[in-house]
Nanobody, 122 residues
Framework: DVQLVESGGGSVQAGGSLRLSCVIS???????MGWFRQAPGNEREGVAL???????SYADSVKGRFTISRDNGKNTLYLQMNSLKPEDTAMYYC??????????????????WGQGTQVTVS
């Protein structure tokens, strides 16, 4: 079974940084991995994605501020978030899927995701 466990969320002032981590088990290295977020009353938004070949995709709202990376040796997915804004406040989820021809906006539709970690920017 595929399992995902996120960590690293918290509260930060605008302009600050956070790094989210997600330990994933039961996946294949060819899988795509990504992050999506959901704020109360809002739809899920795909934030960033990294494919099995290392290609990345970002939502326009986070380009230049967020960086996604994966370490298959540590079974871990990361999201480095810099220059955080209040509108980045949301529950962040990591997700994975066998599909490869995907972009960031597809991440909310992935087949496996974790329990989420809260990010609050004030």
């Amino acid at each position: 079974d595929v399992q995902l466990v996120e960590s690293g969320g918290g509260s930060v002032q605008a302009g600050g940084s956070l790094r989210l981590s997600c330990v994933i088990s039961g996946y294949y290295s060819t899988y795509s991995m990504g992050w999506f977020r959901q704020a109360p009353g809002n739809e899920r938004e795909g934030v960033a994605l990294v494919r099995g070949d290392g290609g990345t995709s970002y939502a326009d709202s986070v380009k230049g501020r967020f960086t996604i990376s994966r370490d298959n040796g540590k079974n871990t997915l990361y999201l480095q978030m810099n220059s955080l804004k209040p509108e980045d406040t949301a529950m962040y989820y990591c997700a994975t899927d066998w599909r490869t021809e995907v972009v960031a906006s597809d991440v909310p539709l992935f087949g496996f995701w974790g329990q989420g970690t809260q990010v609050t920017v004030s």
